[in-house]
C-alpha cells in the first residue's frame, strides 16, 4: 500500500503471488504487470510467492528459535 494502489489492487497481487495463480485484479489483472510496484513492494511480493510456494508452515519452523536448539 506504500505504492498508492488500491485495496483491491494490493490484495489481489498479494493473494496472486501467494497463491500462485498468476494475475490480480485491476492493475495487476490479466492485461497489466507488477512493473509499477517499487522495488521494496516487489521483494515483499517475492517472499509471498516463496511462502506460498514452500508452504508457510515449514517457513515459520525455519525462522522459530525451538527448531534450531540443540537437544
Request: hydrophobic share 50%.
Amino acid at each position: 500500500s506504500i505504492d498508492n494502489f488500491s485495496v483491491t489492487t494490493n490484495f489481489s497481487a498479494v493473494m496472486a503471488c501467494f497463491n500462485n495463480i498468476g494475475p490480480g485484479l485491476e492493475a495487476v489483472g490479466p492485461t497489466c504487470n507488477f512493473g509499477a510496484y517499487s522495488i521494496f513492494s516487489k521483494i515483499v511480493l517475492i517472499v509471498d510467492m516463496l511462502a506460498g510456494r514452500l508452504e508457510i508452515f515449514p517457513i515459520l519452523i525455519l525462522f522459530s528459535r525451538s527448531a534450531w536448539k540443540h537437544r
